[in-house]
T-cell receptor
Framework: QKEVEQNSGPLSVPEGAIASLNCTYS??????FFWYRQYSGKSPELIMF????GDKEDGRFTAQLNKASQYVSLLIRDSQPSDSATYLC????????FGAGTILRVKS | DADVTQTPRNRITKTGKRIMLECSQT?????MYWYRQDPGLGLRLIYY???????NKGEISDGYSVSRQAQAKFSLSLESAIPNQTALYFC???????????????FGPGTRLLVL
């Protein structure tokens, strides 16, 4: 079992829809959770981090964390074509581990 | 100016050559990392350093070595490059917050390496 698992996608959503990206992790001691966006050939850039159970909202983005289920998600509301990218989930227990990423395609 | 810089940005080399990738940061972070990224495999940690005197192997350190010359500089070397080391290499920095929790990692722009 991989330490951090994401569906590779691609996830295709129409413009204006909600995109839901999911991530599960194996280390129950994990304390911090991150979502990065990466455009092709570019470096990952942070979208959000979350430390506590529940939801955290920042603009069109909402991160959701459920430690009991070892599950973290990212919702993107009003998806735009510019949101098309690979989204990386990263989980920190005793070290930071990245998932392989989910490709998101927003179709106009 | 960028907070995390990497040189070179692109490099083509031949099998057996020694190559060094350099990373510098102005964020004042103690922690620095080297990753490689291959299609479908995500980011894999090569080496990391929590301060100048602390160097640790990541999950794929074989064939690589590092040097932490100063808080702001962390170099990655391929002693004898081989074609399966062709990849996109990223340097990153981070720090701990006041409660000791790992903070965000900030990435450099990447070095695209091709080994022929």
């Amino acid at each position: 079992q991989k330490e951090v698992e994401q569906n590779s996608g691609p996830l295709s959503v129409p413009e204006g829809a909600i995109a839901s990206l999911n991530c599960t992790y194996s280390d129950r001691g994990s304390q911090s959770f991150f979502w990065y966006r990466q455009y092709s050939g570019k470096s990952p850039e942070l979208i959000m981090f979350i430390y506590s159970n529940g939801d955290k909202e920042d603009g069109r983005f909402t991160a959701q964390l459920n430690k009991a289920s070892q599950y973290v998600s990212l919702l993107i509301r009003d998806s735009q074509p510019s949101d098309s990218a690979t989204y990386l989930c990263a989980v920190n227990g005793n070290k930071l581990v990245f998932g392989a990423g989910t490709i998101l395609r927003v179709k106009s | 100016d960028a907070d995390v810089t990497q040189t070179p940005r692109n490099r083509i080399t031949k099998t057996g050559k020694r190559i060094m990738l350099e990373c510098s940061q102005t964020k004042g972070h103690d922690r620095m990392y080297w990753y490689r990224q291959d299609p479908g495999l995500g980011l894999r940690l090569i080496y990391y350093s929590f301060d100048v005197k602390d160097i640790n192997k990541g999950e794929i350190s074989d064939g690589y070595s590092v040097s932490r010359q100063a808080q702001a500089k962390f170099s990655l070397s391929l002693e004898s490059a081989i074609p399966n080391q062709t990849a996109l290499y990223f340097c990153a920095t981070s720090d701990l917050n006041d409660t000791g929790i790992q903070e965000t990692q900030y990435f450099g722009p990447g070095t695209r390496l091709l080994v022929l």
